[in-house]
């Protein structure tokens, strides 16, 4: 992963953020226009690692696929699966953060001028993890692949749970995954998918109203997934 030049920001659970202007970008496969206040998105899809945490500090249940409390070996810095809607929900309030909307998570993705992909409007599959055989460690595909307010993984790797009002049957999954191909990728692409269920391809990412900078050399966009 090379270096990139953006600011940084950090939430309340440690992790980087990103900073995402209010402004109007196009939105959907029709380009409509479209308005977002400003807001912060988590950098990366919380990881294993981000999760045990959360797990330790409030004995909510680790995902099934662990073993002795802990993630497969060698996952640490993989993108947490087997999330429910509600595992993600209550991490997110732990986290004093939230999920995103879907207007966010695409204006985060696509920024203002319609793009496809997170880096622009051809695909090219050394930018993302896709049709592929598992996930990725968070940031494998930095910067290349990174959205235009340097947000990662926004493309492929694991699909990441949406925000809002919470329905037993159907709730919103955006950006493709591992197993899926440059059509699930595209910053537009939505699936609904049922809450409870739990996925071998189905991850998140946080998001915030505030955020604060972040200290030392991360803040000019050195900052590593750890």
């Known amino acids: 992963m090379s270096e990139l030049e953006f600011p940084l920001f950090v939430g309340e659970d440690g992790r980087s953020m990103v900073h995402v202007p209010a402004g109007e970008f196009l939105f959907g496969p029709d380009r409509e226009k479209s308005w977002t206040d400003s807001f912060y998105i988590d950098r990366f899809p919380v990881t294993n ?35 429910t809607w509600e595992s993600a929900h209550r991490y997110a309030q ?8 879907e207007l966010e998570w695409e204006k985060a993705a696509r920024g203002t001028d319609g793009r496809q992909w997170p880096w622009g409007n051809t695909f090219n599959v050394n930018k993302c993890n896709t049709d592929s055989n598992d996930t990725t460690p968070v ?6 692949g990174d959205s235009p307010y ?51 391809f189905v991850g998140f990412r946080c998001a915030a109203d505030s955020a604060s900078p972040m200290p030392g050399p991360a803040a000019g966009g050195h900052e590593r997934p750890r």
């Open 49 to 83: 690692a981000d999760y045990k945490k959360f797990v330790a500090a409030t004995g909510h249940e680790h995902p099934a696929h662990w073993r002795r409390g802990t993630w497969p070996e060698g996952k640490a810095n993989h993108p947490v699966v087997q999330i």
């Open 94 to 101: 732990w986290a004093g953060k939230r999920l995103p909307t």
């Open 139 to 144: 940031g494998q595909y930095s910067p290349g």
């Open 150 to 200: 340097g947000a990662a993984d926004m493309a492929g790797n694991v699909w990441e749970w949406i925000g809002g009002k919470p329905s037993p049957l159907r709730m919103p999954l955006r950006g493709g995954d591992w197993l899926n191909g440059q059509t699930e990728a595209l910053t537009y692409h939505r699936r609904m998918h049922t809450p409870k269920r739990k996925n071998d």
